[in-house]
């Protein structure tokens, strides 16, 4: 998700603070403004730090990734929802750059035309309405199975009634950090409301169809390549600091909760997943195939961070290994060849996770794909 710079009177630094931390729990990246050392400045100097300062807080509104300005604007030396003369610069400048106007209170009168003219919208107090403004515009299904809309050059993604707003601004988030992390993945906008349920807004990446079923030969190859270094290039990145689940944690629950292996066998499983396991901090996407990258014609991007989590590469990459298994059996081997290629990781180490990574996947699949992970779990129990 976007930035959302905080702007506002210096005498509301505290309020902007707490804002920051709401903010943050609905998966946005706060920026508050700097309280300087004013006192400390001699006043000969004291235009020139000004300079600065709005210049820095100008450069923050202005930065591709700030998706809008939150003004908090209080009550000040009597005036109601006072708005001073620098924030009502800053705000200018974000309504030049096309930022959202959140404003927290309602309107300041002697600003009233600027303020409505440039779209601000007034949160009454609540901050809960940022981001999760009801959908307006007309979107065009693009994908039946899970919802994803299309309008002009946004994506929007779907989820079920029953997701909560916190699970929602998670999602975005990770997606937000992995962007920030500098991979290639789309931005995005916010968490917004569509048809009553909870939405991710995001750039819409042109599909030029990377991983079709028909593709053969050399182009199958060149796309597992390419599959290969993207893979390692995310898997590459630390992300102690991203405050996700760790890949481990998720496959072990899911393991002990399953109804289709024995007791026996789950603690074989999970045995081997703590004998593997040795702590990694890697990123993990969880569920990397050819279906969640998009290529543009151009350039290739990876899609669907929802199963996100932290752990040992080795593990992501079988999870792919294992996924090409059941449903390209010819391509799974070319992958783990190519993902090696790009690692210092060997193909033995990938290859070790299997028995946990088919474990883990035992519950959410079709009979005949259960049939064939349980064979998977089955052979390497009876060795
Ligand atoms: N930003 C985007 N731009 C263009 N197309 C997109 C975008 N996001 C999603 N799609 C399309 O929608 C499809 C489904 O989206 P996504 O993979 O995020 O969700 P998912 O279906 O839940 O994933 P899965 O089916 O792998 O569980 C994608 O395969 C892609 O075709
Ligand atoms: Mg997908």
Redesign the pocket.
């Known amino acids: 998700m976007k930035n959302i710079v905080l702007c506002g009177s210096m005498t509301f630094i505290e309020k902007m603070k707490d804002f920051s931390t709401i903010l943050s729990g609905m998966g946005f990246y706060p920026i508050v403004p700097e309280e300087g050392n004013w006192s400390e400045i001699n006043d000969k100097d004291i235009d020139k730090y000004k300079r600065k300062v709005s210049r820095d807080h100008f450069d923050k509104i202005a930065d591709k990734s700030t998706y809008a300005i939150l003004v908090v604007n209080e009550d000040k030396n009597g005036k109601k929802n006072y708005i001073g003369a620098n924030t009502f610069a800053e705000i200018a400048l974000a309504f030049y750059f096309e930022k959202e106007i959140y404003i927290l209170n309602d309107i300041y009168q002697p600003y009233k035309d600027e303020l409505l003219a440039w779209g601000s919208q007034v949160l009454n107090g609540s901050i809960r309405g940022i981001g999760s403004q009801p959908v307006t515009q007309t979107y065009e299904l693009?994908?039946e199975?899970?919802e994803?809309y299309?309008s002009g050059s946004k994506?929007i993604?779907i989820y079920s009634q029953e997701k909560s707003h916190d699970y929602v601004a998670g999602k975005a988030r990770i997606q937000s950090l992995v962007y920030n992390a500098g991979l290639p993945v789309?931005l995005v906008y916010g968490v917004k409301e569509f048809d009553g349920r909870l939405a991710i807004e995001?750039?819409?990446?042109?599909?030029e169809s990377f991983m079709d079923e028909n593709v053969i030969g050399d182009m199958r190859v060149e796309a597992l390549e390419v599959m290969a270094a993207l893979q390692n290039k995310l898997n590459a990145i630390n992300a102690e600091s991203f405050g996700l689940p760790k890949f481990s944690t998720l496959i072990a629950d899911e393991i002990k909760q399953t109804r289709f292996l024995t007791e026996q066998i789950k603690s074989k499983v999970l045995e081997l997943l703590n004998r593997l396991d040795i702590g990694k901090l890697n990123l993990c996407h969880g569920?990397f195939?050819g279906?969640?990258i998009?290529f543009d014609g151009e350039k290739h991007?990876i899609?669907?961070?929802?199963?996100a989590s932290t752990g040992d590469p080795a593990a992501d990459a079988c999870m792919t290994y294992f996924y090409e298994k059941r449903f390209h059996p010819h391509a799974a081997d070319m992958y783990l060849h190519s993902y090696c290629k790009y690692s210092n990781i060997s193909q033995d180490e990938i290859l070790a996770w299997q028995p946990v990574i088919a474990a883990y996947q035992v519950n959410i699949n079709t009979k005949a794909e259960r049939d064939f992970i349980l064979s998977v779990i089955n052979k390497w129990y009876s060795e």
Do not use: Q
Request: glycine fraction near 8%; proline fraction near 4%; avoid cysteine.
């Open positions: 693009i994908s199975w899970r994803v299309k994506a993604k789309p995001m750039d819409y990446v042109k599909d569920d195939h279906g969640n998009i991007w899609i669907d961070w929802d199963g």
